[in-house]
Nanobody, 120 residues
Framework: QVQLVESGGGLVQPGGSLRLSCAAS????????MGWYRQAPGKQRELVAA???????NYADSVKGRTTISRDNAKNTVYLQMNSLKPEDTAVYYC??????????????WGQGTQVTVSS
């Protein structure tokens, strides 16, 4: 019913930049919080950045200052701009969105993940 599709991942050199996009589609009444998580091999999935419907943001300390999360509510899309990328940023990045599809029910939806590899 609801699908989240990420794009923008790939291979980038240390110090480079990437812009990830996640577009939600389907039967959507509203989207509250949206965020980006990442998971490296053998590690726990962690929150990278989150943004509310009102535009309030939250960032992991490891990416703060070089990462910007934004959203286009009209397009049901969230973006993650990452600059000054480091090898430790290498992970699969997942888009998350809390979506209301009925009058009262909200559920979390996840994208399929997009690989970000930072290596020279």
């Amino acid at each position: 019913q609801v699908q989240l599709v990420e794009s923008g991942g790939g291979l980038v050199q240390p110090g480079g930049s990437l812009r990830l996009s996640c577009a939600a589609s389907g039967s959507i009444f509203s989207i509250s919080g949206m965020g980006w998580y990442r998971q490296a091999p053998g590690k726990q999935r962690e929150l990278v950045a989150a943004i509310t419907s009102g535009g309030s943001t939250n960032y992991a300390d490891s990416v703060k200052g070089r990462t910007t999360i934004s959203r286009d509510n009209a397009k049901n899309t969230v973006y993650l701009q990452m600059n000054s990328l480091k090898p430790e940023d290498t992970a699969v990045y997942y888009c998350n969105a809390r979506i209301q599809t009925t009058g009262w029910v909200r559920n979390d939806y996840w994208g399929q993940g997009t690989q970000v590899t930072v290596s020279s």
